[in-house]
């Protein structure tokens, strides 16, 4: 038989080598879904499907992230490091989760000229996707935060162009009872230097 001490030693061993591998630090993202955690096996077309659609109709780009565990950091921070270092920009939106035995966290992150309000972003996390994660269904998350975003993006960017339609001008009914004026002023100009000309040509 082993000794208790062998047994202890073999023992915190595994515990210490269990744990770092478990811990995911933040890291540059290569891809708009990464399943570290393996979480989405054969749902993750459907995940890739919804992303793309997304950013096909508002310019939006979801990206999404499992891991295993934040590591230490706490999850906003985590997505925020995940963030800068994948260079996202302000038509990015990522949303970060751990799934671990004891349940899971997430977290998310957006430029601050994300062009929708940090506000809307949330409840739309609060209302559809963490009853999502509730049930561990990962890919629903993720499908349901695209679709959630998606008529959020749709007034904004009709306001925008809007906007630049705007900015071009505009054939308005003053502008055409300008250039009419214009022109009978030229006309009767030309016609009354017509007459003074017959006129002195006459005499």
């Known amino acids: 038989m082993r000794s208790p001490l062998v047994m202890l030693i073999a023992l915190l061993l595994v515990v210490l080598g269990a744990g770092p591998a478990s811990a995911e630090p933040p ?13 989405l096996g054969e749902n ?13 109709s508002t310019g939006i780009h979801l990206y999404a992230v ?3 565990s934040f590591d230490t950091q706490g999850s906003t921070d985590w ?36 062009p929708l309000r940090e506000a809307a972003v949330q ?31 749709a007034p904004a ?3 925008e162009a809007a906007g630049a339609e705007s900015d071009e001008p505009a054939w308005t ?10 022109l009978a002023v030229a006309l009767l100009a030309g016609h009354l230097l017509s007459r003074r ?7």
């Open 44 to 56: 993750e077309q459907a995940v890739r499907e919804s992303v793309a659609d997304l950013a096909a």
């Open 79 to 114: 997505a925020e490091e995940a963030a800068e270092l994948s260079d996202l920009d302000d038509s990015d939106l990522l949303l970060a989760v751990a799934v671990g035995p004891a349940g899971y966290e997430y977290g998310w992150w957006v430029d601050e000229a994300f």
């Open 123 to 153: 409840t739309v996390l609060e209302s559809a996707v963490v009853p999502d994660l509730e049930a561990s269904n990962w890919d629903a998350a993720v499908i349901d935060l695209a679709e959630g975003l998606e008529p959020l993006a």
């Open 157 to 159: 960017a009709a306001d």
């Open 197 to 203: 000309k017959t006129s002195a040509g006459s005499s």
């Open 173 to 182: 009914a003053t502008t055409t009872m300008l250039v009419v004026a214009g």
């Open 27 to 39: 890291a540059q993202l290569s891809d708009r879904i990464t399943d570290e955690a393996g979480v």
């Open 66 to 68: 499992f891991v295993s």
